[in-house]
């Protein structure tokens, strides 16, 4: 890359950065299969599903993550430090026709993201290490990536597959999921494979996500109490490397 081109990518990014970020609250829980049913049938009566999920109110989820030759944000993730970021790709019901690309901010407790839409054949590019496409693309994300691939090695590590019941409430911008059978690709970044082989890493545990604005209404709170269940960190991400 000649010196004028980093400067211009460069340039497109702190721009990037300088675009108001919608930081969220959200607190995870890990819950048994019994903890699941009684929350489950709860939910379901108070709230109404997402209406991009099917008839029962779930949808697949299919991520790529990316990360560095040292596993940085496996490594942050862990360490517990306090700005980190993740890069992912992701689509929805094996659905390739809508991928977006990811790049999610955990900062002082809260979350956030950016996000930009890719192609399938944008997508097989990438996997292939043709990044061109991202440097000429003009996007602020896709130039971070871009450049993160290239100067920090950034690249596809781990395929994350669950399916997701989600469960949305107007006051306070809340959005409850459900997510379970969680699934890893074993190491492989074949993500656009429907036949790819999956194997189920949750051992029949799921995870109860709250994400909220600036308030969580009190019907919320209650209606997500589970006895001896804690707020705590939990990465999908984390536990399937662990099958890498």
Not at 119 to 138: C, H, I, M, V
Not at 158 to 180: K, Q, S
């Amino acid at each position: 890359m000649m010196p004028m081109e980093k400067t211009a990518t460069a340039d497109m990014m702190i721009k990037a950065e300088k675009k108001p970020l919608r930081l969220r609250h959200e607190r995870k829980h890990v819950i048994n299969p019994q903890d699941d049913l009684e929350l489950s049938g709860r939910l379901r009566r108070l709230f109404s599903h997402d209406k991009h999920a099917d008839s029962h109110g779930i949808y697949r989820v299919s991520s790529l993550y990316f990360d560095t030759p040292y596993d940085k944000a496996l490594r942050q993730k862990a360490d517990g430090v306090d700005r980190r970021e993740k890069f992912r790709l992701r689509f929805y019901n094996g659905d390739t026709s809508f991928i977006r690309l990811e790049k999610k901010i955990k900062m002082n407790g809260l979350c956030g993201k950016y996000s930009a839409r890719l192609t399938a054949g944008q997508t097989e590019l990438l996997l292939k290490g043709e990044l061109d496409f991202l440097k000429n693309s003009g996007d602020p994300l896709l130039l971070e990536l871009y450049s993160k691939m290239q100067g920090q090695l950034l690249a596809p590590k781990t395929i994350v597959t669950y399916d997701r019941e989600a469960f949305l409430y107007g006051p306070g911008n809340v959005r409850i999921t459900i997510d379970r059978n969680l699934r890893t690709g074993l190491g492989s970044t074949d993500f656009l494979n429907p036949e790819l082989f999956h194997v189920g890493v949750s051992d029949g545990m799921a995870v109860l996500e709250v994400k909220y604005d600036q308030f969580l209404p009190e019907l919320v709170r209650m209606a997500v109490q589970t006895p001896n269940r804690q707020t705590a960190p939990f990465s999908k991400y984390a536990v399937c490397r662990k099958y890498d």
